[in-house]
């Protein structure tokens, strides 16, 4: 029987999941990769046959028309605008929210909370569009960016104040009491003791509902009616029309509309990780 030494079985299989990390990478990279290339490719080379995978010059027509003719500027601002005002919004009441799921003491009352919260998760969006498209048309409050970002801000309630309870739990009531017993009320505690520790969490939770509100199409499409009104997602839904796709502008849309969630991710990814390590549900 051949020996193998641990140390190259544990070298051949360290290669082995370096392999499967970059071919995993590879195959995530590529679509964004095509996307950049056929933004900045002169429109005549984007339909060549055989394919051009590197352009003969770099054009950013593309992004001429989006910003001009198409004013994805104001777009993209309707985008940025609803979405951290939802985000905002559902960050203070996901906190206020979970900080009394940790807190209170009956048990019971608890779980019966956290029940009606896991079920609103697995209600699908698309059945409650038809009541409440009908609801808001007879209270004329369509095509209204600021009751979209209401609306937005709902949704992510319910699974931010699942994810602040979590946070909160790991935190010792300790420091909440040694707060109370210097005088601070219990909402004091919460904003100038407990909010700093749970930073990472709170950065988590923004993050995700940022994210989700951002890329969110089909309320958008519902509710908003004015083009000066839509946000990045329909903008790009719009560009698809019946004469065809204009593919250079399209992938400069894309291309602008990751901005915003790849800067977030980048700025806090050490305190998304180190929420989602913290918020981990207790066994």
Not at 165 to 176: C, G, L, R, T
Not at 251 to 259: D, H, N
Request: charged content about 10%.
């Amino acid at each position: 029987m051949i020996h193998i030494p641990r140390r190259l079985t544990r070298n051949i299989a360290a290669c082995f999941r370096f392999i499967a990390l970059a071919l995993f990478l590879a195959f995530a990279i590529l679509p964004l990769f095509w996307i950049f290339i056929t933004s900045i490719k002169p429109s005549k080379e984007i339909f060549t046959f055989p394919l051009r995978y590197i352009p003969s010059y770099i054009s950013l027509e593309g992004y001429r028309k989006l910003f001009g003719f198409a004013r994805f500027g104001s777009y993209f601002l309707n985008s940025l605008w609803i979405s951290l005002c939802a985000a905002g919004g559902g960050l203070i009441v996901s906190v206020l929210a979970g900080f009394a799921l940790s807190r209170l003491r009956t048990m019971r009352r608890i779980q019966g909370l956290l029940l009606v919260l896991y079920f609103t998760q697995m209600v699908p969006t698309f059945i409650l569009m038809a009541p409440l498209f009908f609801t808001l048309t007879k209270l004329h409050l369509t095509n209204n960016r600021l009751v979209l970002a209401i609306i937005y801000s709902a949704t992510t309630v319910a699974f931010g104040a699942i994810m602040a309870k979590s946070f909160f739990d790991h935190i010792p009531a300790s420091i909440e009491e040694a707060a109370l017993i210097d005088g601070c009320d219990p909402l004091s505690a919460l904003f100038r003791v407990i909010l700093p520790v749970s930073l990472p969490g709170l950065v988590a939770i923004f993050s995700f509902a940022f994210v989700n509100i951002w890329n969110e199409l089909f309320l958008a499409v519902m509710l908003l009616s004015t083009d000066i009104k839509l946000t990045v997602p329909v903008a790009l839904n719009s560009f698809i029309s019946k004469a065809g796709i204009s593919w250079d502008v399209m992938s400069a849309g894309i291309i602008v509309a990751l901005i915003p969630t790849m800067a977030i991710f980048a700025v806090g990814q050490k305190y998304i990780v180190a929420g989602l390590t913290e918020g981990g549900v207790k066994g």
